[in-house]
T-cell receptor, first 116, second 113 residues
Framework: DTAVSQTPKYLVTQMGNDKSIKCEQN?????MYWYKQDSKKFLKIMFS???????INETVPNRFSPKSPDKAHLNLHINSLELGDSAVYFC???????????????FGPGTRLTVL | GESVGLHLPTLSVQEGDNSIINCAYS??????FIWYKQESGKGPQFIID?????DKRQGQRVTVLLNKTVKHLSLQIAATQPGDSAVYFC????????????FGTGTQLKVEL
């Protein structure tokens, strides 16, 4: 099936640990994103990459580091995890945003991160 | 910063009735608006979109209305079904913004049998 996939679906870890979330898309898209959804369901963009190049970098602690080994993958590495990092993290992908159009973003199923 | 917000956090409707979910936005530079549906345990799913040069767009059982004068958009769902129960988000984007989406706070739609 063509889709955006994420692993793991659930991640429970202790404060101070380092963890990674992986994202892959087989839609042939050039642009990938990471969003954070908090306990109140508020969705906020964190990063976007276009063909392995960082495009959007919102105000996110530098403990969060996205890595794009190729345009089909965008992984999120988090160092020194804190309680406030507990959230659902969504990966998304789209065709590149052009100067005159918007391209629909397709979301993955999410990774629920719980920091104890 | 500017934001997109929703008037009603929870909306309960009877099966078969029409649903209207509202959204206010404040970024006058936004020229593209999207409604997403998020079912429990899943990622947001695109429903319908509208550009700022339009005031209405219809899909299958859904209609989006845009009022640029008061910076308001709404999602109308006709003949609401149990499968429509979900959280609905409006989101905005603007040309040249790198395809960045700014989401509203979400409305929980509950369909009662």
């Amino acid at each position: 099936d063509t889709a955006v996939s994420q692993t793991p679906k659930y991640l429970v870890t202790q404060m101070g640990n380092d963890k990674s979330i992986k994202c892959e898309q087989n839609l042939g898209h050039d642009t990938m994103y990471w969003y954070k959804q908090d306990s109140k369901k508020f969705l906020k963009i964190m990063f976007s990459y276009n063909n392995k190049e960082l495009i959007i970098n919102e105000t996110v602690p530098n403990r969060f580091s996205p890595k794009s080994p190729d345009k089909a993958h965008l992984n999120l590495h988090i160092n020194s995890l804190e309680l406030g990092d507990s959230a659902v993290y969504f990966c998304a992908s789209s065709l590149p945003g052009a100067s005159s159009s918007y391209n629909e973003q397709f979301f993955g199923p999410g990774t629920r991160l719980t920091v104890l | 910063g500017e934001s997109v917000g929703l008037h009603l956090p929870t909306l309960s409707v009877q099966e078969g009735d029409n649903s209207i979910i509202n959204c206010a936005y404040s970024n006058s530079a936004s020229d593209y608006f999207i409604w997403y549906k998020q079912e429990s345990g899943k990622g947001p799913q695109f429903i319908i979109d509208i550009r700022s040069n339009m005031d209405k767009r219809q899909g299958q059982r859904v209609t989006v209305l845009l009022n640029k004068t008061v910076k308001h958009l709404s999602l109308q769902i006709a003949a609401t079904q149990p499968g429509d129960s979900a959280v609905y988000f409006c989101a905005e984007s603007f040309t040249g913004g790198g395809n960045k989406l700014t989401f509203g706070t979400g409305t929980q739609l509950k369909v009662e049998l």
